[in-house]
């Protein structure tokens, strides 16, 4: 089993910057890769940005150039960093876990609400 706790929501004007953090706790050491999910009422919930044991990231178009994945293995902590934000990424913010056969673990999720 593998827990995953967020931090570093909450509200920014547009334009202003925001960090989120994911603590993994558990069997951390068969997590593959870990990644950023964020959904709005309504909406299915996309990949905002991913990335792997090897450090090989991956992002929505929408964030590329604005939002940076990083991963401190040492911590068992992943890190996303928002900067530009935009009204548009307003959204519930999910961290997500995939171990080596491919199972799947949720955060519980941090709002983050961009004012315009």
């Known amino acids: 089993q593998v827990q995953l706790v967020e931090s570093g929501g909450g509200l920014v004007q547009a334009g202003g910057s925001l960090r989120l953090s994911c603590a993994a706790s558990g069997s951390t050491r068969n997590i593959n890769a870990m990644g950023w999910f964020r959904q709005v009422p309504g909406k299915q919930r996309e990949l905002v940005a991913s990335?792997?044991?090897?450090?090989?990231?991956d992002y929505a178009d929408s964030v590329k150039g604005r939002f940076t994945i990083s991963r401190d293995n040492g911590k068992n902590t992943v890190y996303l960093q928002m900067n530009s934000l935009k009204p548009e990424d307003t959204a519930v913010y999910y961290c997500n876990a995939i171990n080596l056969w491919r199972r799947n673990y949720w955060g519980q999720g941090t709002q983050v609400t961009v004012s315009s």
């Open positions: 990335i792997n044991s090897g450090g090989i990231t």
